[in-house]
């Protein structure tokens, strides 16, 4: 637990009323809401101001919280801001992220680091591509990961995970893949993958928590092509949207792999989520990826032979499977939403005091 005496009471904060407002089903909305909930539950006061109608304080805060994504603050107070990640000159992201998106951001983000008294990631990897990126300097960008909930993210939902599956049509058992449709998420490796696994006689089929890809007008589209049947192997996707946040723990919790084979990532949250359900997780070996994994899971190569093979080493050695859930259930404890909440004060409270 996050305690009083971990806060200075006089410490305020202001919040722009966006981020209290997010979309609670991103994964950005999720960290939000666990941080900005943990920061209260302290005894911080966070006062949540309408940027555009600013209203008179009783009193000035001491520092501001912002997602720097979203551009600079027309405030006078030291601004700590959370960048998610840098990607925007980054080869292989320019060639995936649509080219006005990526100038809308990368001009926003860019405006708010240099603001910034401090910056806030959640990765190392996604620390130093800031600094690269957006040209800043190395004391004042702090790697803070994210959390996992344990209790909703548990071992004890696989039997709900499978009934839900069965209850969508799907036959057991699975591997889960769980993310946006987004090119960067690399799902034709994926499928590419679970192709050939089904040509080895593996019996696994492919079930996907698919939301939209909010840059891509081509989202429907990339949906349709990732939902579609597997070259030569009818009957072996099953989709699944629109699921709750304990319906999606009780998927991962019930397959026999979750795979993420993403280009990059500046955090990973669902082969998190997945280590706590005690799920074995085969990962790429790009972005944060390795770092949040660690040796509890597979990492790769993001090709199509790596991911097949890696994950049919774990579907057909229960014994490797069992070995690779059990670390990914221990190293998904050193990831608290306590943690990352204290973490964060710690830098409101450095950039209040400079």
Not at 186 to 206: D, Y
Not at 301 to 311: H, K, S, T
């Amino acid at each position: 637990m996050i305690t009083r005496s971990r806060v200075s009471t006089k410490l305020a904060v202001g919040v722009p009323t966006f981020l209290r407002d997010h979309d609670a089903t991103s994964g950005a909305g999720k960290m939000w809401d666990r941080v900005l909930g943990g920061m209260t539950r302290a005894g911080m006061k966070l006062d949540f101001v309408d940027m555009s109608r600013r209203r008179p304080f009783g009193r000035r805060p001491d520092v501001w919280l912002t997602s720097g994504h979203l551009g600079a603050l027309d405030v006078a107070e030291p601004v700590v801001a959370h960048l998610h990640e840098a990607p925007w000159l980054e080869p292989d992201d320019q060639q995936l992220l649509d080219p006005a998106f990526r100038a809308f951001y990368r001009e926003r983000s860019d405006a708010s680091a240099r603001q910034a008294a401090l910056i806030i990631t959640p990765s190392e990897f996604a620390r130093l591509q800031v600094i690269d990126t957006h040209q800043v300097e190395a004391s004042k960008v702090r790697a803070v990961p994210h959390g996992v909930d344990t209790e909703v993210f548990s071992p004890s939902r696989r039997e709900a995970g499978a009934a839900l599956v069965r209850d969508a049509g799907g036959a057991l058992p699975f591997v889960a893949f769980v993310s946006t449709v987004h090119p960067r998420k690399n799902l034709p490796a994926l499928r590419a993958a679970m192709t050939i696994l089904a040509a080895r006689g593996v019996e696994h089929r492919l079930v996907l928590v698919l939301s939209p890809a909010p840059d891509r007008q081509d989202s429907t589209e990339l949906e349709r092509a990732g939902a579609a049947d597997l070259p030569g192997h009818a009957g072996r996707t099953v989709v699944l949207r629109g699921l709750s946040e304990l319906e999606v723990a009780s998927v991962m919790a019930g397959a026999d792999a979750l795979c993420a084979p993403s280009w990059s990532e500046g955090f990973g949250f669902a082969p998190l989520e997945a280590m706590a359900c005690g799920t074995p997780v085969v990962v790429s070996n790009r972005g944060s990826l390795p770092e949040v994994v660690g040796n509890a899971g597979l990492v790769v190569e993001p090709e199509p032979q790596a991911i097949a093979d890696a994950l049919e080493s774990v579907l057909r050695d229960p014994e490797r499977s069992a070995l690779l859930g059990q670390a990914g259930r221990e190293r998904s404890r050193s990831f608290s939403w306590n943690a990352t909440t204290a973490g964060w004060i710690d830098v409101l409270q450095e950039a209040a005091n400079r």
